[in-house]
């Protein structure tokens, strides 16, 4: 049987491609609309600040938006959860391979680890404030509080699945300790880093929210605090949807894709 030319392969390939995405496509389409639908039906039965409809809440962010400081605060939220979640990269990524490849280092601290992951966003936004004020420094603390043992323990796990044959046969090269961390620890862990840097970068969004409306006089958290103390219920709703519109942006335009560029080969094998 003959097999087909390479470019109609392509073509085939390309073709199913397209038609997976356009089922999707309108998959959250239709859920979109289930989710609207329900929600108009539910805000004939209630009060308007109870529960606002999507025309008034619709409303509600168009007024946002042409008050002006509405990209502002946008912006300076997002600021400060890139900010908390970069140094949480930062920290919690070698701290992570440091306690994976070192079984010993790795028992001695993991109760801090289990200490850490138990205290909850709000206890870190009340410590905050008193150490920073009002200030960017809580909501960024607060974020990457909130993120680091996400990364760390991710981190941690990756390093731990390194095939120990790879290091005694780089150790018996004479490797330094430095190129066994990159050239071994390092492609092994970064699978488990982007799954835990998907997860912090999600809980640091929504963890700035409770350290906005504690310790800031700006921002997405301190308009939601606003519009809730004069019961403009249409303004939390439209921040709630902005933020959760962004955060998808971010997640499904961004981070996924990043993810499956940087390993596609994983699925190729």
Known sequence: MASLPATSTGFLARSGRMNGFARMA??????????????????????????PGPGKTWSALTELIANGTFAEDLGITLYRVVAGF???????????????????????????????????????????LIWFGISNGTTVFVVFMEAMPLILTNVWQGAQSVNAEYVELARSFQMSRAKVMGKIYLPTVLPYFFSGARLAFGFGWRVSLV???IGSSNGVGYRLRQAADLVQTDQ??????????LMVMLEYGILKPLENHLFRWKRRA
């Open 86 to 128: 970069l140094l949480a990269a930062i920290v919690g990524t070698p701290l992570g391979i440091l306690l994976g490849s070192n079984r010993r280092l790795g028992n001695y601290f993991e109760p801090v680890l289990s200490v850490v992951n138990t205290v909850s966003a709000a206890i870190w936004a009340i410590f905050a």
């Open 211 to 213: 350290a906005e409306t």
């Open 26 to 51: 309108g998959q959250r389409l239709s859920l979109l609309a289930v989710f609207l639908l329900l929600w108009w039906l539910a805000a004939q039965r209630v009060p308007a600040f109870i529960l």
């Open 236 to 245: 939390v709703f439209a921040w709630t949807l902005t933020m959760v519109v």
